[in-house]
């Protein structure tokens, strides 16, 4: 019985959907993707930083966290540029591409030390 209810109560909403003029309908979409990117803007915000954490797991591993803290650290540009860019662009798209720049930040923030390991990047910086 709950699905026929369920299937009777979305086949209303998109009755009503259907019903709305264009600009109702452009309002309804933006304050969805409002509504959803709020969500998803904290929920990259939160485990971005939640991904420097691994610093503790780095130390556990290697016994000093002097070699991966400039890879875990990282992210926080990712999240400065996240900040950065949503503030000046008010952009539906904008803001979903930065959505999933953040987010591939956080994997290139959390695998880029195994391959390039700070001693060596320091290296060609001195050179």
Known sequence: MRIIK??????A????LRSLSPDDKADFYR????????????SLIVASLTSICFIYSDYMINGSIWPTLIPRLSVLLFIAAFFGV???????????????????GMCIAASWHWKF????????LIM
């Open 6 to 11: 369920g299937i009777k109560t979305i086949s």
């Open 13 to 16: 909403l998109l009755r009503e």
């Open 86 to 104: 949503t503030h000046f662009s008010g952009s539906a798209r904008m803001m979903i591409i930065m959505d999933y720049v953040l987010g591939h």
């Open 117 to 124: 390991p700070v001693s060596s990047v320091l290296c060609l």
């Open 31 to 42: 304050s969805k993707c409002e509504y959803y990117q709020g969500i998803v803007e904290l």
